[in-house]
């Protein structure tokens, strides 16, 4: 910590002598039409707080240049006739690093000279246009800014209303008290495999995000009732999108904290092209924080590192084409002879415990214009997902196993293409269709007490398919009156399930200020993959798929909206919603168990003879008061009150382990301006929520048997006491004519509040102790840009 004091006060040094010279930089885009994507020639782009006002008209290709700016922040104005005029606001520009604009205009549907329309570019409003309820988009600056977020898109949407954080130890997020299973990730109009590290294989979560946030262009997240071209989800999407590499210049990122050691370079591949690389490599840091002797709650020290890559080539006879790639691999060892007193027992005392994962997607992309107002995107992909674990009793000799182990994959080959039409300025449509061809494999077995092997599941280089398409129409009655309509259809070919869902939402803007919206959406999911695969040991020692036949989990979603335009800064806006969960897999016989209350943990049980029978609800109202960024400073007060139910095979209702009833989270940050190009960022987050439910162990029968013994009569009945936490974070940005330099500093859990994570059975001593979440963590970021 000294060392990097010593560091910041070297950087403050210069400031003097920076402030009197005139660092400038280039700011550069292309603007086209929401709708149909295509360029807009003749729009006028001003940047308003210059003097005189400089600016641009976007060329035959949208696109628009303005050279020698000088470092700030900026407004910016975009106009074109017939169009809803935008507007940008704070726009950072800073050496080192162009700043590259995609600006999207809507089509006005009046165009009369009565007619008056605002618009301005709202942060929050999402990309896709057919989105009008329960969606946000978020920008990379946020997953940077916001306190504890650690540049996590899935950490940082944990701020958003009707979201909360599984714990600190994951970034698993509860949407609406779902289960982190019925999250979606998309990259690139691809469905992706967990994009985390140490990710369990079917879960969504995992301590460290995989996508490199510096490669992450602004992206769409999705909370209920989302668009039909989005399936095989029952809670949320993250909508990601890559931005393309810079394809004037070369620039070139350094960078050193939580999150790895990393380097990054973009550019053209040769002067005379539009065509443009990015690339980011990451190794995992984490050995170093141990030597300092910050605690991660586990023996271990994580080891990870990953690789993420786009090339754009445009303009081409047949269109624009993009190559991406991430992939990220990851491994732990957690020994029983290591374990210090506070370390998490992830709820097994006494074991040796070995875990790894891998993640990969690689794809191609052609975006074809037919004309102007007619447009195809078709991805093809290949994806791999691969997890194994090992864990073994140290010491003792347990009742139920003395050896488990898993080694499980997925491969996975995509097909997605998307046709979208703009008829006029009215009407609009997009069809399309997903193929999914997995190979699955998974083994897992158990060393019972009587040293015999057991297989769980074996299955070998099995092949099914997921195929999806959709169909979605949006009318726009008036500039002010909008309605979407889609459907989606799935059909899962390993035991034939089909499932048609119906989606719908109409939008009113009453008038500048106030607007109000509601949805509806049948959504439907498969299981995880891996069970339909489990096998149950019959009486003859034979072996049966007991859960091949289980069909989608079923979620019919309705969401009232209302939102608030106080000023152009300042929004306020209140969504509550209804969903019945059905169809849902719980166990044959009479059982508190329900897989709606799975997808949390770092290793998940699986189990047989389910059946698609039990039911759910969730209900709620949530609220956001948010102030943008302007004047320095900005603010975010979310508020979600819930209910979140449901029913196993004994038809009881209880609490889902999500049921925490309530989320308050707040965030605010102010930027104190340093000479003529520095700034110092003070941000701070806190978050009260209430505890999760759980199963509480029976404390009487673990002492008999020499393990731990749950209490299922009591399932779900207590909840640990409610969670608190303050995060902080400090940052220095400092400009060079060359290149930037950003100093950050997270502090999380300022107060030290101890907030349980799980209560377990301590084998030795006979009684029921807690593991914690983290206690006082620093993160620490060093990032230059040149």
Do not use: C
């Not at 005189?52 to 628009?64: C, K």
């Not at 469905?191 to 990710?199: K, M, S």
């Not at 439910?693 to 008999?704: D, G, R």
């Not at 902080?728 to 940005?733: L, P, T």
């Amino acid at each position: 910590m000294n060392k990097a004091i010593i560091i910041l006060l070297i950087l403050l040094y210069g400031i003097k002598i920076q402030s009197q010279t005139n660092y400038t930089q280039t700011i550069r885009g292309t603007v086209i039409d929401a709708t149909s994507k295509s360029p807009i020639t003749g729009a006028n782009i001003v940047l308003l707080n210059t003097n005189p006002l400089i600016g641009d008209v976007s060329n035959t290709q949208g696109e628009f240049t303005i050279k020698n700016v000088a470092l700030g922040k900026y407004n910016i104005s975009v106009g074109f006739i017939g169009y809803k005029p935008v507007f940008l606001r704070n726009l950072s520009v800073k050496s080192g690093k162009e700043l590259i604009l995609n600006i999207e205009m809507e089509e006005m549907v009046i165009t009369t000279e009565e007619v008056i329309v605002k618009a301005y570019g709202r942060k929050d409003k999402a990309i896709n246009e057919m989105a009008k309820i329960s969606a946000r988009s978020f920008t990379v600056e946020e997953t940077e800014r916001y306190a504890g977020t650690w540049f996590d898109p899935a950490r940082m949407a944990a701020n958003y209303a009707g979201v909360m954080a599984v714990g600190d130890q994951r970034n698993d997020i509860i949407i609406r008290g779902n289960s982190p299973l019925g999250l979606l990730w998309q990259l690139e109009n691809i469905n992706i495999p967990n994009p985390n590290h140490f990710g369990t294989l079917g879960t969504t979560g995992g301590p460290i995000n995989i996508l490199n946030n510096n490669l992450l262009d602004n992206s769409d997240f999705f909370t209920g009732a989302f668009p039909a071209e989005y399936g095989n989800a029952l809670s949320g999407v993250f909508d990601l999108n890559m931005r393309n590499g810079n394809n004037k210049k070369h620039e070139y990122v350094l960078q050193v904290g939580m999150n790895g050691f990393e380097i990054g370079a973009e550019g053209p591949f040769k002067n005379s092209s539009n065509s443009s690389f990015i690339i980011n490599y990451r190794y995992s840091t984490l050995a170093i924080f141990d030597a300092l002797g910050i605690n991660f709650g586990v023996s271990g020290i994580p080891q990870y590192q990953d690789l993420s890559f786009k090339i754009n080539i445009p303009g081409t006879k047949l269109g624009r084409f993009s190559i991406f790639g991430v992939g990220g691999i990851s491994f732990i060892e957690i020994l029983n002879k290591d374990k210090k007193e506070n370390d998490w027992s992830f709820g097994h005392e006494k074991l040796d415990i070995k875990f790894g994962s891998d993640m990969g997607v690689l794809g191609i992309s052609n975006l074809y214009f037919f004309n102007e107002n007619s447009r195809l995107k078709t991805t093809i992909a290949a994806s791999i997902a691969k997890s194994s674990a090992k864990a073994d009793s140290a010491f003792i000799n347990l009742p139920s196993f003395n050896y488990y182990g898993d080694k499980s994959s997925e491969i996975k080959y995509s097909l997605s293409t998307k046709y979208t039409q703009k008829i006029n300025a009215k009407n609009n449509y997009s069809i399309g269709l997903l193929i999914d061809k997995f190979d699955v494999s998974y083994k897992d077995s158990v060393l019972i007490y009587d040293y015999s092997y057991r297989n769980l599941t074996e299955t070998n280089n099995e092949n099914i398919f997921l195929i999806q398409s959709f169909a979605q129409f949006q009318h726009k009655f008036t500039d002010n009156l909008t309605l979407y309509t889609g459907l989606h259809f799935q059909d899962f070919t390993l035991n034939q399930s089909k499932t048609i869902e119906p989606r719908a939402s109409i939008n009113w803007n009453i008038n500048t200020k106030h607007s109000v919206s509601a949805g509806f959406g049948m959504h439907s999911q498969l299981q995880p993959r891996l069970f339909y695969f489990h096998e149950s040991l019959l009486a003859d020692s034979s072996k049966i798929k007991t859960n091949y036949n289980l069909d989608f989990s079923k979620s019919n979603q309705f969401i009232f909206s209302y939102d608030y335009l106080i000023t152009n800064n300042l929004r306020l806006k209140i969504e509550s919603y209804y969903q019945y969960l059905y169809n849902i897999p719980v166990e044959k016989n009479h059982s508190y168990y329900s897989i709606i209350n799975y997808g949390n943990e770092f290793y998940n049980t699986r189990e047989d003879s389910l059946t698609n029978k039990g039911t759910g609800k969730n209900y709620g109202i949530e609220l956001t008061f948010e102030k943008f960024l302007s004047k320095n400073y900005y603010f975010l007060f979310t508020a979600s009150l819930f209910d979140s139910k449901y029913k196993g095979s004994d038809n009881i209702e209880r609490n889902t382990i999500y049921n925490s009833n309530f989320v308050l989270n707040f965030l605010s940050g102010y930027t104190f301006d340093i000479g003529k190009y520095n700034s110092l960022s003070v941000d701070f987050k806190v978050v009260s929520a209430g505890g999760k439910h759980y199963i509480p162990v029976n404390l009487e029968q673990s002492i008999i048997v020499g393990q731990k013994i749950l209490d299922y009569t009591k399932a779900y009945e207590p909840a640990y006491p409610n969670y608190f936490r303050i995060d902080g974070r400090v940052s220095f940005k400092l400009n060079r004519k060359k290149f930037n330099t950003e100093i950050a500093f997270d502090l999380q859990n300022l107060t030290q509040h101890k907030n349980i994570l799980l209560e377990t059975y301590d084998i030795e001593s006979g009684t029921i102790k807690y593991d914690y979440q983290l206690g006082l963590f620093w993160v620490f970021l060093l990032r230059f840009q040149f």
